[in-house]
């Protein structure tokens, strides 16, 4: 990656903000591998995912009032990770995920002290359902509970149709559903936050 940087005329214009595309193209590619591709897409995805992460850290590297590299990148992630993994890296237990997950979170709340809402910490920037999914497990934590909608799927496969004809709906109606998801998440967010 130093190479490229140094030697690619391309490479050298590219700056973080540039990248993101390419960082989102990159991560639907391997959610694509995973979820119907084979082994070596996985593995060709996963390294084009990586080679993002090193991308980044490369241009990281030579901020001239705050610069880092994929070093500084990976011993960050470890030392988070020994934190939040005591039952493996130190003396505590957990036997079940459940117990897994409150040492996970008990980690996570000390080591984000300064958040003051459960929402501080969500992207806005996720995908709209992946979001809505997010909020509505956040929102839970605090006791608001998003009205129920009239559909009752009865598994995965009927909730994926229900889904489709709301969009469908959306559709012949004229409104960006996607909108109207978001929106309706920044007005559950604003419950969320008045709760707390």
């Given at each position: 990656?130093r190479?490229?940087?140094?030697?690619?005329a391309?490479?050298?214009?590219?700056d973080?903000?540039?990248?993101?595309?390419?960082?989102v193209?990159?991560?639907?590619?391997v959610?694509?591998?995973v979820?119907?591709?084979?082994?070596?897409?996985?593995?060709?995805?996963?390294?084009d995912?990586?080679?993002?992460?090193?991308?980044?850290?490369?241009i990281?590297a030579g901020?001239?009032?705050?610069?880092?590299?994929?070093?500084?990148?990976?011993?960050?992630?470890?030392?988070?990770?020994?934190?939040?993994?005591p039952?493996?890296?130190?003396?505590?237990?957990?036997?079940t995920?459940?117990?897994?997950?409150?040492?996970?979170?008990?980690?996570?709340?000390?080591?984000k002290?300064?958040?003051?809402?459960?929402l501080?910490?969500?992207?806005?920037?996720m995908p709209?359902l992946?979001l809505?999914?997010?909020v509505?497990g956040?929102a839970?934590?605090?006791?608001?509970?998003?009205?129920r909608?009239?559909l009752a799927?009865?598994?995965?496969?009927?909730?994926g149709?229900?889904?489709l004809a709301?969009?469908?709906?959306a559709?012949?109606?004229?409104?960006?559903a996607d909108?109207?998801?978001?929106?309706?998440?920044?007005?559950?967010?604003?419950?969320?936050?008045a709760?707390?």
């Open positions: 990656m190479a490229v940087r140094e030697r690619c391309w490479t050298q214009t590219i973080h903000h540039d990248l993101v595309p390419y960082l193209e990159e991560s639907a590619e959610i694509d591998a979820e119907s591709g084979t082994r070596a897409d996985l593995r060709e995805e996963l390294g995912l990586l080679w993002q992460v090193l991308f980044h850290a490369e990281a901020d001239p009032e705050d610069p880092f590299d994929i070093d500084d990148v990976a011993r960050g992630l470890t030392e988070k990770m020994v934190r939040r993994h039952h493996v890296f130190g003396d505590a237990v957990a036997s995920p459940e117990e897994v997950l409150v040492h996970w979170n008990a980690a996570k709340a000390a080591e002290r300064e958040r003051t809402s459960v501080d910490g969500v992207s806005a920037h709209s992946a809505a999914q997010k509505l956040k839970a934590q605090v006791g608001v509970v998003a009205g909608p009239p799927p009865a598994d995965e496969s009927e909730l149709d229900a889904l709301l969009v469908q709906l559709r012949e109606h004229g409104w960006d909108r109207a998801l978001r929106s309706r998440l920044r007005a559950l967010s604003a419950e969320v936050r709760a707390e």
